[in-house]
């Protein structure tokens, strides 16, 4: 089981929310998220809210789009009433769980039914996770035909004795297969990647990584495992079944996939988010933030948008009130039978809170995070070091530079960025930077 949700204030079972906070004034865009709770098999490392047995009505596979849709319909009606109606989303993504364990034809009446209640904008990117043995070229040509725009595969590792130690069920063979379906479909294709299992040496991971490029997915994740108590490999390792990961080598491991993507011509955009730069791309000398292949639901959370998460255990986020729904999947549908909201409690989020956020999330970015207070230099003519950027900076911002975490040319222009060092070490900057 997934660890326990945080502590919260009693959720209205209306669902309603304060038009006073949730700051309509501001125009933020709006993001959706689909929550698909089933797998076939519960991977040893994971602690998501996942399951791989159904729930009755309503929460199992075959009978879960009437649930998602009836939490679409009360999201239809709160933000109605809430005074925000009328934001078509800019970004929908189904995940979990393993979305395709449910058929192409749910999925679609799904994504059919947001629409309509909620509506999409023209031009959307839509997403759907997918693992590689659970999609058919058939599955891939209904999604793409229906308005799904990116297909994002499970593809872990490449070594097939690291994705036994995952759980994982596919064979490597599998992935460039899927990925020249999703092609022909005319779908975007990004594949996600773990580093640091245990028992993976940096030639393993260098194996997957190559492996990954040669397939020319449009966008390529890379996440650092972590091993989470409660999880079939958080009992391994204290058991000392398997080797606890080692902090040195997963930042080796992020070393060496940085690099190898930036021969490849992708770039960061995101600490674990990297895009392949498109021919528009490269001629318009666009950022990496605004790549053709960059996530723009990924950017969506690091760029404090609303978002609105659907299914059981989903957050969601409008204004400054945040909630999340009862995680089992039988709660969930029975709540939106009976006809109350499926959130199991919420807060407000304060200046203070909104403030930390603003940094930790922006900071993630290749974009940085707004420095309030940092004097912008006219003359940079002569910085060759970040000595004589901290020249003409003071306290904790000049510290960073120095020390190599963030960029001196970027902070003269008010801008927190961060080095590849600092992307070792984000908590860290955003603790500096908020003087924590």
């Not at 999925?107 to 309509?116: C, K, P, Q, S, V």
């Not at 063979?173 to 899927?178: A, D, F, Y």
């Not at 900076?393 to 590849?420: E, H, M, P, Y």
Request: overall charge negative.
């Amino acid at each position: 089981m997934s660890p326990a949700q945080p502590d919260g204030m009693r959720w209205p079972d209306s669902g309603s929310l304060d038009p006073g906070l949730v700051e309509a004034e501001r125009g933020r865009p709006l993001s959706l998220y689909v929550h698909v709770p089933f797998c076939r098999v519960r991977c040893g490392y994971c602690d998501f809210n996942t399951y791989t047995v159904g729930f009755g009505p309503g929460a199992q596979i075959g009978d879960y789009a009437p649930s998602v849709l009836a939490e679409a319909d009360l999201a239809a009606r709160v933000l109605a009433d809430a005074g925000v109606s009328g934001r078509l989303a800019q970004t929908v993504f189904f995940g979990g769980g393993t979305p395709t364990m449910l058929d192409a034809g749910e999925l679609i009446a799904i994504l059919d039914g947001l629409r309509e209640r909620i509506g999409i904008a023209g031009g959307a990117e839509v997403t759907l996770e997918a693992n590689p043995d659970t999609v058919t070229r058939e599955d891939l040509r209904a999604f793409a035909d229906s308005g799904f725009t990116r297909v994002s595969f499970g593809m872990q590792s490449a070594v097939p004795r690291i994705l036994a130690i995952l759980d994982r069920t596919h064979t490597p063979k599998r992935v460039p297969l899927v990925i020249e379906w999703a092609k022909e479909a005319g779908l975007s294709t990004s594949v996600d990647l773990i580093y640091g299992t245990p028992g993976e040496s940096l030639a393993d991971w260098e194996t997957s990584v190559r492996a990954a490029l040669s397939y020319d997915p449009d966008h390529i994740s890379a996440y650092a495992l972590v091993v989470e108590e409660g999880t079939k490999m958080g009992a391994q390792v204290a058991r000392g079944e398997l080797p606890t990961p080692d902090p040195d080598d997963e930042a080796a491991k992020y070393e060496l996939v940085d690099e190898l993507l930036g021969e490849a011509g992708y770039a960061w955009y995101e600490i674990s988010n990297f895009a392949r730069a498109s021919a528009s791309d490269r001629a318009s000398g666009r950022a990496s933030t605004t790549f053709e292949h960059a996530s723009r639901h990924n950017l969506a959370y690091w760029r404090d948008w609303d978002w609105w998460g659907f299914g059981p255990g989903a957050h969601s986020h409008v204004g400054r009130m945040r909630w999340w729904n009862v995680k089992n999947p039988g709660a969930y549908a029975g709540r939106l039978r009976a006809g109350v909201s499926p959130a199991a409690a919420g807060e407000i989020l304060g200046e203070e809170e909104r403030e930390l956020e603003r940094v930790m999330l922006g900071l993630r970015t290749a974009e940085g995070v707004e420095l309030d207070g940092v004097p912008a230099m006219a003359m940079r003519d002569g910085i060759v070091s970040g000595l004589s950027v901290c020249q003409s900076l003071s306290g904790r911002v000049a510290s960073l530079i120095s020390d190599g975490f963030i960029d001196g040319v970027a902070a003269l222009d008010g801008r927190a960025v961060l080095t590849l060092r600092g992307r070792l070490l984000a908590d860290y900057v955003t603790r500096e930077l908020m003087g924590y």
